[in-house]
């Protein structure tokens, strides 16, 4: 234990833990496991969004593209800045009023269903089945991405790394549930904006300041500076058509769903929009800036030669204090565990509310839902790890596109129900097929070098409106539509 990183990840991960214990004491019935009882604050609503949204590509995968690529790369921070500002603005004030009106819905699944009076359960089931596909598979690459910070950081084997970047993970949201993951998203959040603001600033002084830094990047390669090298106006696109994922992500969507009221969403954008633009900028910072550092240092360039996204893991060892770089290191795991205990969430969420509560235990009291809730964390971790295995497993590659598919699937769904009384069920149901069925088929013949959540998202928008236009909605669902439309215009 004479290791600080050691040290440091061990205080850190009891602190996250400890902060599960809290939260099961607040957990009483489903909707608390599963929606915190839709209590969260402004404050924990922005920074659990966005920590939950920001896994750990944000300290180790951007990074490094700038690192290897300059400024090229930064079109993606672009996209996502862009897309989770118009989320915010035009969908979660409105589906945090239309998910009561419509139901109480803890689910995204449950949300559509009751929206569009789907008394057949197809709908429910098929977007159940579209969260547990694509969310099992993001819950193993987090599983990954946990085992090889603590594989390098450590020297663990892959094996027993695996257990323990997920171990603690498993343990907060089985005992806390949603308050859990909420509470330890806004520590996370925090110490990922002080990771990245911090660290590029010493990264700056380091190389001699603002001057020095600019003249070493411009003489590894002046193509640094460019935002333009290398690209095409489809690479352009589809690295912006990133953003288009946020209206489409059910563990981002339920942080509007559990706000404590519309009135805190104005200020829940002000902050997560804040907080967003500052990380992204850190992170592109870092990347930058390192091509300075170690153009000047290439004794040191080793491990980054080998794989570029260590560039903030060995600027932070080479940097800072050993007890400042565990704080720091301990950032890519808070960005790791955020994003992951959201994903077990609602994996669980689907198949206790969307399956064993409405098809096989419609009578089931709350406690026996909460520990069904809670076993179903097991059961996905478990099935997430048994994926993440193996690390080379082909499996995995379909991360790639799991954000386009949740995207396109949901995203149009989602927008047009909240801000279009006309939809109706058969267009949900066939905006959420098209947008799947696009990615997938669009990825396999890898169409135009497009980003596939592009043609997805077009597509099932398109179907939407035209499915929709050709029936009615009810008078049960229009009504439900303009109270809900009405509550939000009072309240927001």
């Not at 997920?166 to 089985?174: K, P, R």
């Not at 099935?383 to 193996?390: K, R, T, Y």
Request: glycine share 10%.
């Amino acid at each position: 234990m004479s290791n600080p990183t050691l040290i440091t990840f061990v205080i850190y991960i009891a602190a996250m833990v400890l902060i599960g214990f809290m939260a099961y004491r607040s957990t009483n019935n489903l909707s608390d496991y599963i929606l915190g009882g839709r209590s969260l604050g402004s404050v924990v609503t922005a920074l659990s969004a966005g920590a939950s949204d920001m896994s750990g590509w944000l300290l180790m995968g951007l990074p490094g593209a700038i690192y290897m690529s300059g400024l090229s790369e930064s079109w993606i921070a672009i996209g996502l800045i862009v897309g989770a500002y118009l989320n915010w603005l035009f969908v979660a004030g409105r589906l945090r009023v239309q998910t009561e009106h419509n139901g109480d819905a803890l689910t995204l699944p449950d949300y559509f269903s009751s929206r569009f009076e789907d008394k057949s359960g197809l709908l429910r089931i098929i977007s159940a089945i579209v969260i547990l596909v694509f969310f099992t598979i993001y819950c193993a690459s987090g599983i990954v991405a946990g085992a090889r910070l603590f594989e390098s950081t450590f020297g663990m084997s892959y094996e027993t790394a695996l257990w323990a970047g997920a171990a603690a993970t498993i343990a907060y949201t089985f005992v806390g549930g949603f308050l859990a993951v909420s509470w330890t998203d806004t520590v996370q959040a925090t110490l990922m904006i002080f990771a990245l603001l911090l660290t590029p600033i010493i990264v700056l002084l380091a190389t001699g300041g603002v001057d020095t830094t600019f003249l070493a990047i411009e003489a590894q390669n002046p193509g640094n500076f460019d935002m333009l090298r290398n690209t095409t106006f489809i690479g352009i696109i589809s690295l912006m058509g990133w953003g288009l994922g946020y209206f489409g992500q059910p563990h981002i969507l339920a942080r509007f769903m559990a706000a404590d009221s519309v009135k805190s969403i104005a200020n829940a954008r002000r902050i997560s929009m804040t907080w967003m633009i500052l990380c992204l900028g850190g992170t592109v910072a870092v990347g930058f800036f390192g091509i300075a550092y170690f153009s000047a240092n290439p004794d040191m360039a080793g491990p980054v030669t080998e794989n570029h996204e260590r560039v903030f893991i060995e600027l932070a060892k080479i940097l800072f204090n050993p007890w400042i770089a565990g704080v720091l290191l301990s950032a890519i795991l808070a960005a790791v565990m955020s994003t992951l205990s959201c994903q077990l969430l609602v994996c669980s969420s689907a198949l206790t509310e969307d399956f064993y509560k409405t098809f096989l235990r419609k009578s089931a009291s709350q406690l026996e839902l909460v520990w069904v809730g809670r076993a179903m964390v097991l059961l996905v971790a478990l099935v997430a790890i048994a994926l993440a295995a193996n690390p080379e497993n082909r499996v995995l590659g379909l991360v790639s596109y799991a954000w386009a598919g949740f995207g396109a699937a949901f995203g149009p769904v989602v927008l047009i129900s909240v801000i279009w009384k006309g939809m109706t069920r058969n267009g949900a149901l066939a905006g959420i097929l098209v947008g799947a069925i696009t990615v997938i088929v669009w990825k396999h013949f890898e169409l135009l070098g497009l980003y596939e959540i592009i043609p997805g998202f077009i597509f099932a928008s398109l179907a939407i409106y035209i499915v929709s236009k050709m029936g009615t909605p009810t008078h049960g669902m229009l009504q439900r539509f303009a109270a809900a439309e009405a509550d939000y215009r009072l309240n927001k």
